[in-house]
T-cell receptor, first 112, second 114 residues
């Protein structure tokens, strides 16, 4: 059974820092991995999607990497801003199964 | 283009009452999903529908039923609500295997069962 773990569960940093959020999964046979952002009381917004054949994806200040063999993905946030404060979730899509398995998320607070 | 729309946004039920959460998408997604989100547990899949007319159980289907009425709509029904079903429910849509497979979520439906 696929399990997804995110470390740390919570993170508080001053503005301007570069951040790394971690996501690990137990079964490397994935179809893709997706990173989401969730603001309090809101739905999930897709940030980046990495196909199993890809190593990384970039969007603005965000960079996500994927290492299938080790069962890990990282989300790198450059020059963090208070507006980045949110919960970040990763999810893997099992190869052969049409569904995503989510981690519990990392709650990020960026203070001025 | 509204994306994925859920109704209602908030609902309070008494134990034993029934209700249906509605979800509609205008993004031509083949696959649709219902998740519940509880503190510290992430999102757990209740049911999903890979295409119109098909539905399958996810991780936590007990106490729920679903209907994929057509390609646009995927409803979640609680026949006899229990306090353990107090949660935030999210509907999502996803494209076919030939495209990126990106998932798009609705804003959520917050359900309290007393």
């Amino acid at each position: 059974k696929q399990e997804v773990t995110q470390i740390p569960a919570a993170l508080s940093v001053p503005e301007g820092e570069n951040l790394v959020l971690n996501c690990s999964f137990t079964d490397s046979a994935i179809y893709n991995l997706q990173w989401f952002r969730q603001d309090p009381g809101k739905g999930l917004t897709s940030l980046l999607l990495i196909q199993s054949s890809q190593r990384e994806q970039t969007s603005g200040r965000l960079n996500a990497s994927l290492d299938k063999s080790s069962g890990r993905s990282t989300l790198y946030i450059a020059a963090s801003q208070p507006g980045d404060s949110a919960t970040y979730l990763c999810a893997v899509k099992d190869g052969g199964y049409n569904k995503l398995i989510f981690g519990a998320g990392t709650r990020l607070a960026v203070h001025p | 283009n509204a994306g994925v729309t859920q109704t209602p946004k908030f609902q309070v039920l008494k134990t034993g009452q029934s209700m249906t959460l509605q979800c509609a998408q205008d993004m031509n997604h083949n696959s649709m999903y219902w998740y519940r989100q509880d503190p510290g547990m992430g999102l757990r899949l209740i049911y999903y529908s890979a295409s119109e007319g098909t539905t399958d159980k996810g991780e936590v289907p007990n106490g729920y039923n679903v209907s994929r009425l057509n390609k646009r709509e995927f409803s979640l029904r609680l026949e006899s609500a229990a306090p353990s079903q107090t949660s935030v429910y999210f509907c999502a849509g996803q494209g076919t295997m030939t495209n990126t497979g990106e998932l798009f979520f609705g804003e959520g439906s917050r359900l309290t069962v007393l």
